[in-house]
């Protein structure tokens, strides 16, 4: 679901008439019943990692506008309408717009772009992705006209395409993936608890046993004089009745490593990316069978979910009767091998052409054949 806004009549009956009050992500926050903030969310490694990894299997992918031909078959327009070729008008380039575009539906719940400037026709000739953190929606039912604003100021809805994160039945738009998890603020739990182990520990490093009973004065002198023997890296020579023992308690003995490492796993399958991919082990270590599998299970399970959208959002902006359609080989991209070997099997069982399977390759065409008609 993507949403290209376009003025409407106001309405006479609203949401609120009919279903009472919609779902309202900010009202959870004022409410404090929600932590969840991307700026903290950034601050965990597994959700930094996952986030890059969604952004750019999307942004790494060509995308073009094409309208239908001949035969069913797909044209591709040219010259390609600007809204495609460069999205940005403040000079963005169209990976990185891409990025910026996937990294605001995935941690602040939507991404939502502005029209910098329309053709003759309507149509947004860029779109630029706004600040995250300085859009803000209200009444955002279907049932209702959606009031946004930007940097504290009301903007028109009519010049903004909004592209959500995750979507809520009954909402306008979108939240963040991690948002009502609770996995963030457990991620930041966690991080504080290991910071304050290895900085503020109550277990002590070490410790001098007397065979003689000692008051608090006697025994702070002793640890003084250990201490400045070792400080300076001087032989430390315990005195009869002293013995000294070294303290090694490990992090892991209360459930800190496990807890860290259970919190990324989860937080990667909330953001859709196989723990494994960002370095979570979680079970058998992977083949080289099973990373082309899991790379096809985000192709499927991911990826295309992401290419849908984006395909329906890019549609709604470009002249019709055009649509836009992403190009997901690469992505699926397997060794030399294998390709040729594929190659050589559509070749010989005659649905691929060589010229076909060159140009997946990025080579240009064969000559046509001296004295006689082009290569089939």
């Known amino acids: 679901m993507s949403l290209l806004f376009r003025p409407r009549e106001s309405r006479s009956i609203s949401y609120q008439d009919i279903f009472g009050r919609g779902y309202d992500v900010d009202a959870d926050r004022r409410s404090g019943s929600s932590t969840y903030s ?117 903007f028109d809805p009519a010049d903004l395409v909004i592209v959500p994160g995750q979507v809520r039945p009954g909402c306008t738009v979108g939240v963040a993936p991690l948002a009502a998890s609770g996995l963030v603020d457990l991620g930041k739990r966690a991080q504080e608890f290991g910071r304050n182990w290895f900085t503020n520990g109550a277990v002590p490093s070490s410790i001098v046993y007397s065979d003689k009973e000692m008051d608090s004065t006697e025994a702070d002198a002793i640890v003084k004089t250990i201490q400045s023997k070792w400080r300076n890296r001087k032989p430390a020579v315990l005195g009869s009745g002293l013995r000294f023992e070294k303290v090694s308690v490990a992090a892991n003995e209360s459930q800190f490593l496990e807890t860290i490492r259970q919190n990324q796993a989860e937080i990667a399958i909330v953001l859709g990316i196989a723990p494994e991919a960002i370095g979570v082990s979680v079970g058998a270590s992977n083949t080289y069978a099973n990373r082309e599998q899991n790379a096809q299970q985000v192709m499927l399970n991911t990826v295309n979910n992401d290419l849908l959208l984006w395909q329906e959002t890019l549609f709604e902006v470009v002249p019709k009767p055009q649509f836009v359609r992403f190009s997901t080989g690469g992505f699926l991209r397997s060794d030399l091998k294998s390709r040729y070997e594929s190659y050589q099997i559509g070749i010989t069982a005659g649905f691929l052409q060589q010229d076909e399977a060159r140009a997946w390759e990025d080579l240009p065409p064969l000559p046509p054949t001296q004295g006689g008609p082009p290569d089939a």
């Open 38 to 154: 991307a700026n903290d969310a950034l601050c965990l490694s597994a959700v930094a990692a996952c986030v890059e990894l969604r952004a750019n299997y999307v942004s790494q992918l060509p995308f073009d506008a094409y309208r239908d031909g001949p035969s069913g078959s797909s044209v591709k327009v040219s010259p390609q309408p600007t809204v495609i070729t460069r999205p940005s008008a403040r000079g963005v380039t169209r990976s990185a717009w891409m990025k910026q575009a996937q990294y605001a539906r995935l941690l602040w719940g939507n991404a939502t772009l502005v029209v910098g400037s329309r053709d003759g026709a309507g149509y947004p000739k860029s779109l630029d992705v706004l600040p995250p953190w300085e859009v803000s929606f209200s009444n955002t039912s279907v049932l209702e006209r959606l009031q946004v604003t930007v940097a504290g100021q009301p």
